[in-house]
């Protein structure tokens, strides 16, 4: 079973621009309560932000992925970058080449500096 936390998180993150309260816990399935104290949990785990935000004159709020500074260390695989930086192909993560190529040569890079 996922957990709803995971859950949530998931949705927000899948959302580039966000996405409202009041229809995240209709997406999930749960009642708004139990979705106020998911929502809460992660901003209290610094995984999200909260903004107040008005639709047809009823006050809910905007929730966001927060965003990370990135270590650029993690975009290497020895002296490889990550192929997505620049990348311009048709995105599907599961599917593509170049990234699992690249993960493969970052699996080999810690193995030999283990
Ligand atoms: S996962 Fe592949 S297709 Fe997607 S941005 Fe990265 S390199 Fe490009």
Excluded at 44 to 63: A, M, N, S, Y
């Amino acid at each position: 079973m996922i957990d709803p936390v995971d859950e949530g998180l998931k949705l927000i993150l899948s959302r580039s621009e966000g996405i409202l309260q009041s229809e995240l816990w209709k997406e999930m399935g749960v009642d708004s309560r139990k979705c106020s104290r998911i929502v809460k949990k992660l901003e209290d785990d610094g995984l999200i932000e909260r903004v107040e935000f008005k639709k047809d004159g009823i006050k809910t709020f905007l929730l966001r992925g927060k965003r990370m500074p990135v270590n650029p260390s993690q975009l290497l695989a020895g002296d490889e970058l990550i192929p997505c930086v620049g990348c311009e192909l048709e995105c599907i993560v599961e599917e593509c080449q170049p990234l699992m190529d690249w993960m493969y040569q970052l699996a080999i890079v810690e193995h030999t500096t283990e």
